[in-house]
């Protein structure tokens, strides 16, 4: 069993900076990716970005890649997603996640091959 906690969220003004944080417990944390979603009411969760086990490797999506920046602290047992330049259209609820099944890289861009999720955290970016 594998527990997430998001923090971090809240109100910013376009063009600000947020600095979300996952803390985890349960298992051996710098052995899975771990990945951030978001979601808008009527709309599906949507991938943000992802980090291998190790920290090695990352992957963004179109619309974040150059703003956000994913990171892992494995002694810390947590994973942290840096938003700058945020945008209203950034405007969701955060999530992270953890995949402990083997998958492949690109198949972690899906939400349904994470196992267990956080509650997510409010981000709301105004113009």
């Known amino acids: 069993q594998v527990q997430l906690l998001e923090s971090g969220g809240g109100l910013v003004q376009a063009g600000g900076s947020l600095r979300l944080s996952c803390a985890t417990s349960?298992?051996?944390?710098?052995?899975?990716?771990m990945g951030w979603f978001r979601q808008t009411p009527g709309k599906e969760r949507e991938f943000v970005a992802l980090i291998s086990g190790t920290g090695g490797s990352t992957s963004y999506a179109d619309s974040v890649k150059g703003r956000f920046a994913i990171s892992r602290d494995n002694g810390m047992n947590t994973v942290t997603l840096q938003m700058n330049s945020l945008k209203p259209e950034d405007t969701a609820v955060y999530y992270c996640?953890?995949?402990?099944?083997?998958?492949?890289?690109?198949?972690?861009?899906?939400?349904?091959?994470?196992?267990?999720w956080g509650q997510g955290t409010q981000v709301t970016v105004s113009s």
């Open positions: 996640a953890a995949a402990l099944r083997n998958r492949s890289w690109s198949s972690l861009r899906r939400g349904v091959n994470y196992e267990f």
């Open positions: 349960g298992r051996t944390f710098s052995s899975y990716p």
